[in-house]
T-cell receptor, first 109, second 115 residues
């Protein structure tokens, strides 16, 4: 079956630090890949997506590239802000949306 | 506009109560979903509707009863819930289920507490 593995948290960073959250997947087909973000007390928001190999998704300074050869979709941001503190979920969709466990990110001022 | 709305935002109910959660989208999407999310966990799929017909029921107990009255609305009727049903209930929608790879857009959720 399909599955998503993302790096364990929590992750604590200082403002303006570089953020990377690793995500790898297992899929029998060719899924679409997503990063969702959940701010405290809120629902999930789509952060970015990629639908085929070598696609790069980007939004709000975040980027992730669909790497078929390494089955990865790592999330990166060059300079984080306190407002980026949230839980980040990597997910794949291949007839069912499968989520990673989530990574809690805390950015300190 | 990629907005999914949900009401109420918070709900407290006793184990003998009957209540309903509501979800609405105006993106012209033809697939709608209910998820349950426990604290510090990813969402778990409960139900999927496609063109107003129930497509997937992930073996959810019958005390949860979904309804899709039209293409924009999705309800979740709750009856005789247990304290372990306390969670964040998320609604989502997508264009349809044609490719199986569609983007799902989530609402803000209803935080349910069962006493």
């Amino acid at each position: 079956g399909n599955s998503v593995t993302q790096m364990e948290g929590p992750v604590t960073l200082s403002e303006e630090a570089f953020l990377t959250i690793n995500c790898t997947y297992t899929a029998t087909g060719y899924p679409s890949l997503f990063w969702y973000v959940q701010y405290p007390g809120e629902g999930l928001q789509l952060l970015l997506k990629a639908t085929k190999a070598d696609d790069k998704g980007s939004n709000k300074g975040f980027e992730a590239t669909y790497r078929k050869e390494t089955t990865s979709f790592h999330l990166e941001k060059g300079s984080v802000q306190v407002s980026d503190s949230a839980v980040y979920f990597c997910a794949l969709n291949d007839y069912k949306l499968s989520f990673g466990a989530g990574t809690t990110v805390t950015v300190r001022a | 506009d990629t907005e999914v709305t949900q009401t109420p935002k918070h709900l407290v109910m006793g184990m003998t109560n009957k209540k309903s959660l509501k979800c609405e989208q105006h993106m012209g999407h033809r697939a709608m979903y209910w998820y349950k999310q426990k604290a510090k966990k990813p969402p778990e799929l409960m139900f999927v509707y496609s063109y107003e017909k129930l497509s997937i029921n992930e073996s959810v107990p019958s005390r949860f009863s979904p309804e899709c009255p039209n293409s924009s609305l999705l309800n979740l009727h709750l009856h005789a819930l247990q304290p372990e049903d306390s969670a964040l209930y998320l609604c989502a929608s997508s264009q349809d289920l044609t490719s199986g790879k569609e983007t799902q857009y989530f609402g803000p959720g209803t935080r349910l507490l069962v006493l």
